[in-house]
């Protein structure tokens, strides 16, 4: 069980909060993947995270215009609608 009191949280100047371990479930793959070439050590995993906040910040609004669902997906999640 995870202490939420005592744990690392980010908060941004938008307003949003997230504990440390919630911010990193919360990543798009595009972002994890981001984070993951980032250099190992907490100080650099801290560094990526709080340079912005990842549900408003300039990775959000680049990926405006990206659909939800890939090309490659829309037949198979079609099908599982059926």
């Given at each position: 069980?995870v202490?939420?009191?005592?744990?690392?949280?980010?908060?941004?100047?938008?307003?949003h909060?997230?504990?440390s371990h919630?911010?990193?479930?919360?990543l798009?793959?595009?972002?994890?993947?981001k984070?993951d070439?980032?250099e190992?050590?907490?100080?650099?995993?801290?560094?990526?995270?709080?340079?912005?906040?990842p549900?408003?910040g300039?990775h959000m609004?680049?990926?405006?215009?990206?659909?939800f669902?890939?090309?490659?997906?829309?037949e198979?999640?079609?099908?599982?609608?059926?």
């Open positions: 069980e202490q939420l009191v005592s744990n690392t949280f980010y908060i941004f100047p938008c307003g909060t997230f504990h919630c911010i990193v479930q919360d798009d793959p595009e972002q994890k993947a984070l070439s980032e190992t050590g907490s100080e650099a995993v801290n560094n990526y995270l709080s340079r912005e906040c549900y408003c300039s609004i680049e990926m405006i215009d990206k659909p669902i890939n090309d490659e997906d829309i198979r999640i079609a099908k599982e609608w059926e």
